[in-house]
């Protein structure tokens, strides 16, 4: 539908994850997804929404006074051409948008103005097979990569994948990121430390460590944060 979204929640938050981790933010979280990553933390927004016109899903996020609005999900660009058009929307309101997106779905009609977060699915998620790697050559260095790691074989994936299509020279930055409860932070930061000691990271490139912050403030089961 043109003018009609199905919505989870919408809600202000502190950005947990990205550059813009830490920042106030209005999350506007879509209903639906194809994927089915083992790992996923948001399997609630699967199946229920609210219906609601673009109308007032702008209306509720300009209540919280927040500049930052990112649009996830599930999977946002499902719900396409209206998650476009409230995109459009939000950026002519002078919004910063942020877009988070599986990567399975094309990106190329995505304003230019929205931040692109892309997520490639490494094989710990079983959802690999489904990377659009058409979406990649349209990434610049307004967007951002996301690899979650359920453990030391989804980062050799993610490495040997950056170094191949030099993502981390490419885009703001790429973050790799461990899933919460199965990969230490410590133990990613490690793998990561050695391997600029080593020069298999190169250090003029963008690669960070991310965390899922909001779960670190909040109970990590906690809706609405």
């Not at 003018?3 to 938050?13: M, Q, R, S, V």
């Not at 948001?42 to 649009?71: N, Q």
């Not at 298999?200 to 670190?216: C, E, M, S, T, V």
Request: include cysteine.
């Amino acid at each position: 539908m043109k003018d009609t979204l199905f919505i989870t929640e919408i809600y202000p938050a502190i950005q947990g994850e990205g550059s813009s981790a830490g920042k106030p933010c209005a999350m506007v979280r879509l209903s639906g997804c194809d994927l089915r990553c083992v790992w996923c933390d948001t399997e609630y927004s699967f199946t229920k929404g609210e219906k609601l016109g673009i109308d007032d899903v702008i209306a509720k996020v300009r209540r919280f006074r927040i500049p930052t609005v990112e649009i996830t999900g599930g999977e946002p660009l499902l719900q396409k051409p209206a998650v476009l058009e409230l995109m459009r929307r939000l950026v002519a309101d002078d919004c910063e948008v942020l877009l988070e997106t599986g990567g399975h779905v094309d990106v190329s009609d995505v304003p230019k103005e929205v931040s692109i977060i892309l997520d490639i699915k490494c094989p710990g998620s079983g959802e690999s097979e489904n990377n659009l790697r058409s979406n990649w050559d349209i990434l610049d260095e307004n967007d951002e990569i996301k690899f979650v790691l359920a453990g030391a074989d989804d980062y050799e994936f993610a490495l040997d994948l950056i170094s191949k299509e030099r993502f981390d020279l490419r885009v703001r930055a790429v973050h790799l990121s461990p899933v919460f409860d199965q990969l230490e932070a410590a133990e990613l930061a490690r793998m990561i430390l050695a391997d600029f000691e080593s020069g298999r990271i190169d250090p003029a490139g963008n690669i960070r460590q991310g965390f899922q912050l909001h779960k670190y403030i909040f109970d990590p089961a906690a809706r609405g944060v």
